[in-house]
């Protein structure tokens, strides 16, 4: 349907005055912040939300995440007009948000697109979430070849563009005269997805402080690439890599459990599911990740120390990973703050030549999180905690240390 008409039909049916107190109310208490996510928003939502932004300057914050589903009627008759209308208010001059969420709201490249004109002019978005979309898809098309009436002409080839969605953000980072923080994790970015990153990231125009890539599977070429391009960035404060093979763990409660059976929604039993994928993973997938770790650490250990919050968990480490983020802890010019490490397949010897040599020497970590790792045994956990425990630097300072399911032997608790 055109826009006109589509609105008139929603009119009709109903649908806009079911949303008429918000507007009221968005009138009568002006909000900083307007949550609706977990509600059906679609399309109508997001229209009454553009219209509570033109009118009160003072929201700051939208959220919408898991409100939007392409398979609701009024989606398939829309060309995503509640999104334009959104996206129009969002770049004009009185518009102050600062946060947007659409996480889990089925965007495809289309909307990656309409997203990316707007975050590359707006001097106000500083904040994005588009986690558990599909914005790294490909796009097949055929090209339009002039009709033969030979029949010896060869069957037109389908073209593949790789990731113009994510090709259009990443265009978007770059202009963008205010962008902060992007939330990309969980979106099928692969090899050449990681590809299109690693030439943002590695750009001085990248003013990126945090970016999250959770739950992506990114490929050797593609987790290498983004890694050596690290190398050159110096303002990325927040790196987020977890399950860097594309495996979304249900144990990890900040990558959505909106894909996890209800069955798995108990923390225990999230935690015991990770666990189990974890040590499951097939071969070539924990080749992979090792090689991508491998990478990452040596960029972390050898070329890039402003990084402050790193989550590395539920990777493959092998013995070159341990020792290499082990190092990185303890160079010193380490700026980690917060580092996890939860599942990646830590040992007692990479322990002790790695991470422990290096935290004895750290002087600027708060948070530690080393749960489940069960080729840790108790002399592991020990050699960890007497290093912190020696550590003058670090005493009183260290705010959260998680080591759920490694064994605590008397030694390791007194440590």
Request: proline share 4%; hydrophobic share 40%.
């Amino acid at each position: 349907l055109s826009e006109q008409r589509f609105w008139s039909l929603m009119s009709e049916r109903g649908m806009i005055s079911q949303w008429e107190d918000v507007l009221v109310l968005c009138k009568s208490a002006p909000p900083r912040r307007l949550d609706l996510s977990n509600l059906p928003v679609g399309e109508v939502g997001l229209w009454i939300a553009a219209c509570a932004v033109a009118e009160n300057p003072s929201i700051t914050a939208l959220d919408f995440s898991n409100g939007i589903h392409s398979d609701r009627w009024s989606a398939r008759l829309s060309n995503a007009y509640g999104l334009k209308s959104l996206l129009r208010v969002l770049v004009e001059p009185t518009s102050c948000v600062r946060s947007l969420n659409l996480s889990g709201c089925s965007l495809r490249w289309q909307d990656a697109v309409l997203l990316s004109q707007v975050i590359g002019v707006s001097e106000t978005l500083a904040h994005v979430n588009l986690a558990n979309n599909f914005l790294g898809e490909h796009v097949e098309h055929v090209p339009n070849v002039p009709a033969s009436d030979s029949d010896d002409e060869p069957p037109t080839q389908c073209v593949i563009q790789a990731c113009p969605g994510l090709a259009a953000l990443c265009q978007a980072v770059i202009d963008s005269p205010g962008l902060v923080s992007l939330d990309l994790s969980s979106n099928g970015i692969d090899d050449r997805g990681a590809e299109i990153l690693a030439t943002c990231v590695r750009l001085r125009a990248c003013t990126l402080q945090s970016l999250r890539l959770g739950g992506n599977p990114l490929g050797e070429v593609g987790g290498v690439l983004l890694a050596e391009a690290l190398r050159e960035n110096e303002v990325l404060d927040v790196l987020d890599l977890r399950s860097a093979n594309g495996n979304t763990r249900a144990g990890d409660d900040r990558i959505s459990i909106m894909h996890s059976p209800a069955s798995l929604r108990s923390s225990a039993e999230r935690e015991q599911a990770a666990m189990q994928q974890r040590f499951e993973c097939k071969e070539d997938e924990e080749h992979e990740s090792t090689t991508v770790m491998r990478a990452m650490t040596q960029t972390l250990a050898l070329y890039n120390h402003s990084v402050r919050d790193v989550d590395l968990s539920w990777n493959a480490f092998d013995a070159d990973c341990q020792a290499l983020i082990g190092r990185a802890l303890g160079h010193e010019q380490c700026n980690i703050r917060r580092i996890r490490l939860r599942g990646v397949g830590l040992t007692d010897d990479g322990i002790t030549r790695g991470l422990a040599a290096g935290l004895a020497k750290n002087t600027s970590l708060r948070v530690l999180d080393v749960s489940i790792n069960p080729g840790v045994s108790g002399a592991g956990t020990t050699a960890l905690l007497r290093s912190l425990a020696s550590n003058d630097t670090l005493a009183g300072r260290v705010r959260e240390l998680f080591v759920k399911d490694l064994p605590m032997p008397d030694d390791a608790c007194r440590a």
